[in-house]
């Protein structure tokens, strides 16, 4: 694709994560697992889990609210809800349009789910940008909310101990000065579908007794498959959204990718040739909290004064789908 300047930007990025923690020493009571193990092969310590009765909405729309709140804007204003998320609240109707309720946006604004699981962030930016682009509004309300610990099989050590609870949200609106998004990537293969899934469920295999006995609701994953995929096509997005926004590696103020597991970023950082000082990583702290890890990641960064106006950020993500892809943005 043609270079070209920015045309949207994120102005503000909050988080909501919530208050309890379970860590690698609570787990070992609950699978065969140990804290050295889990911290050797996937670089977690703890992981935040929602307590029953707080949901997916309630996560996003604290994210969502405080976003508005830090880019001084009021839920009237948005023009366009995105949500992702993997566990949505109900089948029908969508989460999206639950959370534009609970923080009171306009009827005006349309408002979906958008599922491309740990992706979904960097695809809805994506979205968010061409609506900009297109002049069909100027605030595009990003909510990246996931209740992992609802579809987690607590009884799976191999997917158990990877996942955590939180929500990110972003601001997306036209870029100024020539801040914003430089270059994005996506890409998805359904030939790989089966490797990360949740068997029963859905209109394939509604629910039944045998179905829920078996515990084929919940997540299904060959680990050490998704692992290789991610980091090929992981790196393979970050080099390709460089070179289409015209930067080198070595221009990279910060790199925040989607946190999965340790190994995973760091073969990552080393393919696209970004040295781990420039990485920002928060896995250990909140595990893999799918699509909400990047604005979690954006908005922790910011905080941290990891991110100025003019650095630039390159982000990279993979998830069921499978789906991956990358975006370069100068902040
Ligand atoms: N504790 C102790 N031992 C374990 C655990 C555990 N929690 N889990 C697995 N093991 C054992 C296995 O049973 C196996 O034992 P065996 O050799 O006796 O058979 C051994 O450890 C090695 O298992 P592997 O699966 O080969 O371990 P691997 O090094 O690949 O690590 C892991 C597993 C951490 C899951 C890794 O493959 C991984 O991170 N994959 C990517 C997963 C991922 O990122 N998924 C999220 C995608 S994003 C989304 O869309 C939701």
Same mark, same amino acid.
């Given at each position: 694709m043609k270079r070209r300047d920015a045309v949207a930007r994120i102005s503000a990025t909050a988080r909501f994560l919530p208050d309890h923690v379970l860590t690698n020493a609570d787990l070992e009571k609950m699978v065969d697992t140990s804290d050295a193990w889990i911290r050797e092969r996937t670089g977690i310590v703890e992981r935040r889990i929602a307590p029953d009765g707080m949901t997916t909405t309630d996560m996003g729309a604290g994210a969502a609210s405080r976003a508005l709140a830090k880019a001084g804007? =009021? @839920?009237? &204003?948005? &023009?366009l809800l995105i949500v992702t998320t993997a566990t949505p609240d109900r089948w029908l109707p969508s989460t999206a349009c639950e959370i534009q309720a609970r923080i009171g946006a306009s009827r005006n604004c349309p408002a979906f789910d958008l599922h491309a699981a740990c992706t979904g962030f960097l695809y809805a930016v994506s979205m968010a940008e061409g609506y900009v682009a297109a002049g069909r509004g100027e605030v595009v309300l990003v909510v990246s909310a996931e209740k992992m610990s609802s579809i987690i099989d607590w009884q799976d050590r191999a997917t158990c101990i990877l996942f955590g609870d939180g929500a990110g949200a972003a601001v997306v609106q036209p870029s100024e000065n020539g801040e914003g998004i430089l270059s994005s990537f996506h890409r998805s293969d359904g030939d790989m579908a089966d490797l990360l899934e949740r068997p029963a469920g859905g209109a394939s295999r509604p629910l039944d007794p045998e179905s829920l006995r078996n515990r084929d609701h919940m997540i299904r994953m060959s680990g050490r498959e998704v692992f290789k995929s991610a980091v090929r096509s992981m790196a393979g997005a970050g080099t390709a959204v460089l070179r289409e926004a015209g930067v080198d590696s070595s221009d990279v103020d910060l790199m925040v990718p989607h946190q999965a597991n340790m190994r995973i970023i760091e073969s990552t950082a080393r393919y696209s040739g970004? @040295?781990? =000082?420039k990485v920002f990583v928060n896995l250990q702290r909140y595990g893999n909290i799918s699509s909400a890890t990047i604005p979690v990641g954006l908005d922790e960064a910011a905080e941290e004064g990891l991110i100025e106006p003019g650095s630039l950020i390159l982000m990279a993500a993979f998830g069921a789908g499978l789906t991956w892809g990358a975006m370069a943005m100068r902040w």
């Open positions: 804007l =009021e @839920p009237a &204003d948005v &023009d970004i @040295p781990m =000082e």
